[in-house]
């Protein structure tokens, strides 16, 4: 069976110690550094932009998975690559032009993956997936940390799952919101390879534990 990855959303670190927590990310059994980019627009708040995640990179020694929450990502992807993206991801809901985006993506030589928002249906990818490293199914509204999980995504989770196997594909299944170990093993028997978790992770005692029991409690 293959590994679930997990992927901490600095989002909900301690901004005035970004290198602290990064550190204790690198040294824990994450896989990924998950970034959330908010404009305001696309969703109804902003977190942080190009200057912070180049300095995440400055100190990150695992890949930083950006989720773009932005309106016309297209007109920035060149800067998330240059500023140290690895994995970026772009709203179904936000790109007129998806597949020209996904392009856009792969030519900076970053992963590209789609994001659906709650009620958007996985259905409508089912002509875009072969250009997909990855989808990312929100489990959340957009926007802030510390929501509650809804139970939908698990029949998104599902769906998704047997149309990436029909068309013979490794797309991976991402799951971004209200991530707990009382949700992560039901997500990745439906199919989910990675799991973001923010307020999870970093509300904990202790988040390198936190991360490790969770990778365990997958293992099984
Ligand atoms: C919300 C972000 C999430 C958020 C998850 O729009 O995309 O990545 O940081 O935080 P938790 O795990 O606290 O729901
Ligand atoms: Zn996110």
Redesign the pocket.
Same mark, same amino acid.
């Given at each position: 069976m293959k590994k679930t990855l997990i992927a901490p959303?600095v989002?909900?670190a301690d901004f005035a110690n970004l290198q602290r927590d990064i550190e204790m990310i690198n040294a824990s059994e994450a896989d990924w550094f %998950?970034i959330?980019v &908010?404009d305001g627009h696309f $969703?109804p708040n902003i977190s942080y932009g190009m200057p912070v995640i180049q300095a995440i990179k400055k100190h990150a020694t695992k890949p930083l998975d950006v %989720?773009l929450?932005i309106e016309k990502p297209e007109r920035y992807i060149e800067t998330f690559a240059e500023v140290g993206a690895d994995i970026i991801t772009v709203h179904y809901e936000s790109t007129v032009h998806l597949h020209r985006t996904l392009r856009q993506i792969k030519a900076t030589g970053c992963k590209a993956g789609v994001v659906l928002n709650l009620t958007t249906p996985v259905s409508v990818l089912e002509d875009i997936l072969p250009e997909c490293y990855m989808v990312l199914i &929100?489990s959340?509204n957009?926007?802030?940390?510390?929501?509650k999980f809804e139970d939908i995504t698990y029949q998104k989770v599902k769906k998704l799952r047997k149309m990436i196997d029909e068309q013979g594909l490794d797309t991976l299944i991402e799951i971004?919101?209200?991530?707990t170990s009382k949700n992560a093993k039901q997500l990745v028997d439906a199919g989910a390879n990675v799991l $973001?978790?923010?307020?999870?992770v970093f509300g904990a005692e202790n988040p390198t534990q936190t991360i490790a029991d969770l990778k365990k409690l997958l293992e099984n």
């Open positions: 959303s989002l909900a %998950h959330d &908010m $969703v %989720h929450m &929100m959340i957009p926007g802030f940390g510390g929501q971004d919101g209200g991530v $973001v978790a923010g307020s999870y």
